[in-house]
């Protein structure tokens, strides 16, 4: 599943942070033919800088895009766009439910917060080492 398996481009660091994920682009109602958009609170399972993996039910398709709304551990807000990379999807009704989930590649977000971001990373993947 993971291509660079082993060696990533960036730090990943696991942590429980509550996301609210919006797309962008409208979808359309089967019954009434009315675009309308998703929103929904979910939890980030991990974040890097190029992406993060974000634990929900009702996975969106690869390709499409969304805002994610993040809340950092340290309190300060994160607000990404990204496109969804993969989905993982739990199909055996054995399997532990927090796997399902979808991949996101972030495609873009202020820079102040991104670099926020790094330096969490980078403090939390130190203190974790």
């Known amino acids: 599943m993971d291509h660079h398996s082993g060696r990533r481009r960036h730090k990943r660091i696991d942590a429980t942070i509550p996301v609210r994920i919006s797309t962008i682009e409208p979808e359309r109602d089967p019954w009434n033919g009315r675009p309308f958009f998703r929103a929904s609170q979910e939890t980030c399972a991990n974040v890097s800088r190029g992406g993060a993996f974000v634990r929900t039910a009702e996975p969106l398709a690869p390709g499409r895009r969304v805002l994610l709304e993040f809340e950092l551990p340290d309190g300060r807000p994160l607000e990404a766009i990204g496109r969804v990379a993969w989905t993982r999807r739990v199909l055996a009704p054995l399997e ?3 796997e399902a989930g979808i991949g996101i590649e972030f ?16 403090k939390l993947a130190d203190g974790a080492a």
């Open 107 to 122: 495609l873009g977000g202020p820079s102040e917060q991104f670099s926020a971001l790094e330096d969490l990373i980078e």
């Open 96 to 98: 532990r439910d927090n």
